[in-house]
């Protein structure tokens, strides 16, 4: 490990830590690093997974609409009811499943493939806040390794070994370069180095610095400007969102404060071999001097709940647009009027949640709720359109059948079965008018 300058509290930084990613994590960076654009990335990666269980929304959306419609024809029995047992909802209850069970209808038919798309906003959740720890961890290794390297670029590591004069257990590794003004001392046991300043050396260099404390903040200032450089080249930023990584609210900063970056980092760090909490990774001195240089990024806001405006309103939008592909059912299902208004703010219940989560969590989940919201909007609406066309076709085939068999209802659903039996039936009544004659 790496120690300090000048024996004094300067740390070159342990940068060998990181948040292990799964599958679908690394799936999401190869996503970006394709793309090239974080924000586009992680849409490409939000329609990949919805069309991979495609087929199962879709069965769900075409089985929610099938109910809808079947219940829009049991209306007239349904509202018979619901006006018959107005005051006795548990009755009605039992009636309508009495109703349900002649007209071959199940209310719970959607619920599994329902399951199933929670189950992968699940994982959307859990891979994209991972994703998140993970970047906004590299983003720091980043700065402190690019600390690192602007002060190693005076120091030659590969001088030769010679005897510590003032500590025999250590070796001391200083350049003949007269711009090699970084040296260390290699403890000869373990190998751990400390790292110092030649200041006769840097002073005869830069004239302009006159005494040890001010070589000291001379090379402070070199890894300090190199690690504001690799901040503001990490690609984290998103149209007006400075990092992705975080919510876009006013409240939340590009580059948090020690404890606030603590706070959003739960994983573990594995760093040699070790598992480490956050702040066992970075002491809150190391993390004010590789940020020393980015003031302005620990105050600025972070975004303008752009995306937790329109996280609202795309899901809002799903929201309506399946409920109404549900009102049917939605109406007819029970005799209170109470049950019925509930289940209207069921509608608002989603989005509000979906809400909170991008006041909280990442600017690119809430990008996936609104990808994923506005994917479910149009699949809903093809959806419906197809099922209202075949429910439609379906119905006029069956109204044309009753009105070839005189206007008399359907004897069964097979439609040429029940051809063969009014022919049956036909044949017979003719044969029992000849016979009357006869007699």
């Keep these: 490990m790496l120690t300090n ?43 990949i997974l919805k069309v991979a269980i495609l087929p199962l929304d879709v069965w769900q959306k075409a089985t929610m609409r099938k109910q809808s419609l079947k219940m829009n024809s049991m209306r007239a029995q349904l509202e018979k009811l619901q006006k018959q047992y107005a005051n006795a909802p548990e009755l009605y209850q039992k009636k309508i499943q009495e109703v349900y069970k002649e007209n071959n209808f199940n209310m719970f038919a959607s619920c599994l493939p329902m399951i199933a798309t929670l189950v992968v906003l699940i994982f959307a959740f859990r891979s994209l806040t991972l994703y998140s720890q993970h970047m906004n961890l590299k983003t720091y290794t980043g700065m402190a390794s690019a600390y690192n390297t602007a002060i190693m670029a005076y120091c030659d590591q590969d001088a030769d070994k010679l005897e510590y004069a003032d500590d025999n257990n250590y070796y001391i590794v200083k350049s003949d370069d007269a711009q090699k003004f970084v040296y260390y001392l290699e403890h000869k046991t373990s190998g751990q180095r400390e790292y110092k300043i030649d200041t006769a050396k840097l002073m005869s260099i830069n004239a302009e610095l006159t005494s040890d404390s001010e070589c000291l903040e001379y090379v402070k200032t070199l890894g300090r400007t190199a690690a504001a450089d690799s901040y503001e080249k990490a690609e984290i930023d998103f149209l007006w ?38 702040k066992e990774f970075i002491d809150e001195n190391v993390y004010g001097e590789i940020t020393h240089n980015l003031t302005e990024q620990k105050t600025q806001p972070n975004g303008f709940f752009i995306l937790v405006v329109l996280t609202i309103l795309a899901n809002l939008g799903s929201q309506f647009i399946t409920m109404r592909s549900q009102k049917d059912q939605r109406e007819l299902q029970s005799a209170d009027p109470s049950a019925q208004n509930m289940q209207k703010w069921m509608m608002f219940l989603m ?11 990442s600017a690119a989940f809430s990008l996936y709720l609104i990808t994923s919201a506005l994917f479910s909007l149009v699949s809903t609406l093809v959806v419906n359109k197809i099922i209202d066309a075949l429910f439609n076709k379906k119905q006029e085939a069956e109204q044309r059948a009753q009105v070839q068999y005189g206007g008399r209802k359907a004897l069964t659903r097979d439609w040429a079965r029940n051809k063969e039996i009014m022919g049956e039936t036909t044949s017979s009544k003719a044969k029992d008018k000849k016979k009357d004659k006869k007699d």
Aim: proline share 4%.
């Design 241 to 278: 969102i400075k990092n992705i990584y975080y919510p876009d609210v006013a409240w939340a900063n590009p580059l948090q404060t020690y404890d606030n970056f603590c706070n959003s980092i739960n994983e573990k760090i594995h760093a040699n071999g070790a598992e480490l909490t956050i």
């Design 351 to 361: 989005p509000a949640m979906f809400c909170v989560f991008a006041f909280i969590y």
């Design 5 to 47: 300058l000048l024996d004094v509290s300067l740390q070159i930084f342990e940068v060998n830590g990181e948040i292990p990613l799964g599958f679908l994590e690394q799936f999401i960076g190869i996503l970006i690093s394709a793309v090239g654009l974080t924000g586009l990335g992680i849409i490409l990666y939000c329609l």
